[in-house]
């Protein structure tokens, strides 16, 4: 009834006499990954040397600045009083400086979700793996498309007078327009600028917007959440 | 002189029967041996025993991978130590930051240490993403890995944000306030899950317990489990991606 | 294993074949077991997690006597969170907890309205907004006299803005 495997699972310790099957070689391979490329070093000692490096330079300038610097502690908590302005940590700032233009529910919860959901998926979006630039093919369609996108995102930042959002939008949206006017052949930079794929832009005007709204909202925000410069000292 | 008398001191040390039971391998002076010194060792056999030129450079990486780790390792031993001398309790646990500050020697400096820490690797761990982005390091057949490092941000910025409240200043206690009230205007399951959060209504002691445990335990308990799988599916994938314009080169020579 | 084709699961007398052999039969039913605990695991530590018992300050408070408020004036109750304001009409209580994040608003006399700290909504003393991210006025309290002629304000009890209390 059993089929008998073509190999012995052998037990004695002399390798000779029973060899041990330790892997299989298959002609397909299982995993999707690509041959070696370029020339390999060992890991021990050179990876080994430059990660020791690397965390004793890590560890020292870590110490030099908690030496310098001191972790802020106000007062002891009190419910009853809100100190102004009210402050998330400055990672969150960001979504603070969305939740003063957008209801709870869009800026707290809406956006943050949907954020994290693009980031799920962006490795399983099988479009344009190859990296194609946005204007390689399709100029014209392509223009059209970004140019309503454009439109619609600043009609409704200003609905909200999202102004500290629309404002790096429309940064980022001018150098996309920019780049469609270069030619081939250009400098190098500006050869950058123009071969650039789609979701090299939108990670570009995602991470510009994060940048600016967590600076504005860490330096640029006062009591009751109104507009400060920094340099007239309200802040800290 | 001093440095042969050391060498032999080694070579003695190494051909003892406890250096042997504890590394089974002969000095790594052979590819085989310096091959053994990753892969037979358990806290360096999730790293491959060779690696890439290419992703040996600094430019590859920027090391930002390694130093949230190594920024990660900082924050649990600082923290463990901050633990001794911490109550979560109210008002116990800003008193505990005062004595930190005035009463325990080196007190401050351990948590200042720790605070630093965990503001960088909220920076490091962003900016890996970053720049695993603009590398394509998501592309297949990595792209699982990248779904476990957004896990992995999404840990470190709730360890971050339940160690904010853990000082129980001003500063904390609004800063959550705030926080769990965004939760709250989720439809239907916000309210049970502000109240679930917090044990409660308010952000009180219940609610410095629960943050408590989620900070020192659980969360970091899931943030080890998949740092694990992370490193691990590194080797799987086939090591560090290579920059895209370098493997195209690569691969239009041998053609 | 044995079963691989030539020895046919033997069949129970006088059934049917039918679509679900032994095998995924009990499958199914160790997947439900297994699924029906992890369920009621869940809810236990559901159960669990939500405490029975608060010691969180009470809804319901006394606000001492009406002779205390001035006509026309905006009194913040501290320890409260409520402005108890008396206008000609009568008495009304509005919660000092912003509707946006919850954050504690202030009175500000000089602009004569109730700004927040934390994103910059503005109400007027009845509660209204007047600018700002808040998604709803700030709710009126049940507001009442008691036997012994004291203002008492339940918290859990949100009522009409137009309600006031006459003394």
Known sequence: MEKKNNYEAGLGSDAVKNPQRIVFITKKTSAKVKGDVGPQWMSYPHLLLRESVAFQIMVIVLVAIALLWDAPLEQLADPLLTPNPAKAPWYFLGLQELLHYFPPLVAGIIIPTLVVLALIVIPYFDVNVQGEPLWAANRARHLRIFLSTLVALVILLAIFRAWTVLAPSLAVGGLLLFSFFLKPGGRPRMEFLRTRPVSWWVMTWFITVSVVLTLVGTFFRGPGWSWVWPWRGHVF | MATTSLDHALERLRSTRVWKSIFRRDPAHTNRTRSLAIFGNFFLHALPAKVRQQSLRVRATYYLGSATFFLFAVLTITGILLMLYYHPAVPQAYRDMKDLRFVVSNGVFLRNLHRLAAQAMVVAVFWHMFHVFYRGGYRPPREFNWVVGVGLLLITLFLSYTGYLLPWDQLAFWAITVGTNIISAMPALGKPIRFLLLGGNLVGENALLRFYVLHCVILPLVAVVLIGVHFWRVQKDGGLSVQQKVEEEEGGKEE | ?167
């Open chain 3, 1 to 167: 294993m044995s079963e691989s084709g030539k020895s046919p699961a033997p069949k129970p007398l006088g059934a049917q074949p039918t679509g679900t052999s032994r095998r995924d039969f009990l499958n199914e039913v160790a997947v439900g077991a297994l699924g029906i605990a992890g369920l009621g695991a869940v809810v236990i530590t559901y159960r669990y997690l939500s405490p029975n018992v608060l010691f969180e300050p009470s809804p319901t408070f006394r606000a001492g006597g009406p002779d205390l408020y001035p006509v026309n004036s905006v009194t913040y109750l501290h320890e409260q969170q409520v402005y108890i304001v008396r206008t000609e009409q009568g008495f009304y209580a509005v919660s000092a907890v912003c509707t946006h994040l919850g954050c504690i608003t202030q009175w500000k006399p000089d602009a004569n309205q109730i700004a927040c700290p934390c994103h910059g909504s503005k109400f007027r003393s009845d509660g209204t907004k007047i600018e700002g991210p808040a998604p709803r006025p700030l709710p009126h309290f049940s507001i009442t006299l008691t036997a012994d002629g004291e203002l008492m304000v339940n918290k859990l009890e949100t009522v009409k803005p137009s309600q006031t209390l006459r003394v």
